[in-house]
T-cell receptor
């Protein structure tokens, strides 16, 4: 069975600082991995996805994630945080027909 | 494409009443998922369909919950009778073959049971 663990339910960074949101996965087969973002009072929106084509994946809004098999990680980064990045972020792994989501990380941006 | 459409966006009802939530998936998608999101339990998968057939309903909390998908463009999630602990945001999502089957989420229905 597949699972993901998001380290840190809340992360705060200053505007302009590096954003790092952590995700570790467990999978018995080569995984497909996703990051979703949820802005207040909205549904989940796909940020980026890993499908084995490249280990460094670029997504929307300047975010990227790197798949590291040796560390079973898929951490999300952004070089410079903007106020508009304040949201909840979910890591997910594809298990056959359905996705298994992490518990989410709420990102707060400090002006 | 219009994306996944859910209605209503907000629903306030009294305990004991029947509640019906509606979802229209993206055209051509053959998978449909219903999720519930609460502060306490996070995002929970309730049930999902493939080609209008329920595949896994193990996440449905109890018999008060039921879901149907009469055709490829419409699904309902019904709660009867509703209870205050059902208050949550309910999301519908759809996806299609082939893998990796990323899911596209609707805006959600915020349900409040008084």
């Amino acid at each position: 069975a597949q699972s993901v663990t998001q380290l840190g339910s809340h992360v705060s960074v200053s505007e302009g600082a590096l954003v790092l949101l952590r995700c570790n996965y467990s999978s018995s087969v080569p995984p497909y991995l996703f990051w979703y973002v949820q802005y207040p009072n909205q549904g989940l929106q796909l940020l980026l996805k890993y499908t084995s084509a490249a280990t460094l994946v670029k997504g929307i809004n300047g975010f990227e994630a790197e798949f590291k098999k040796s560390e079973t990680s898929f951490h999300l980064t952004k070089p410079s945080a903007h106020m508009s990045d304040a949201a909840e972020y979910f890591c997910a792994v594809n298990g056959n027909e359905k996705l298994t989501f992490g518990t989410g990380t709420r990102l707060t941006i400090i002006p | 494409d219009a994306g996944v459409i859910q209605s209503p966006r907000h629903e306030v009802t009294e305990m004991g009443q029947e509640v019906t939530l509606r979802c229209k998936p993206i055209s051509g998608h053959d998978y449909l998922f219903w999720y519930r999101q609460t502060m306490m339990r996070g995002l929970e998968l309730l049930i999902y369909f493939n080609n209008n057939v329920p595949i896994d309903d193990s996440g449905m909390p109890e018999d008060r919950f039921s879901a149907k998908m009469p055709n490829a463009s419409f699904s309902t999630l019904k709660i009867q009778p509703s209870e205050p602990r059902d208050s949550a945001v309910y999301f519908c999502a759809s996806s299609s073959n082939p893998s990796p089957r990323e899911q596209f989420f609707g805006p959600g229905t915020r349900l409040t049971v008084l």
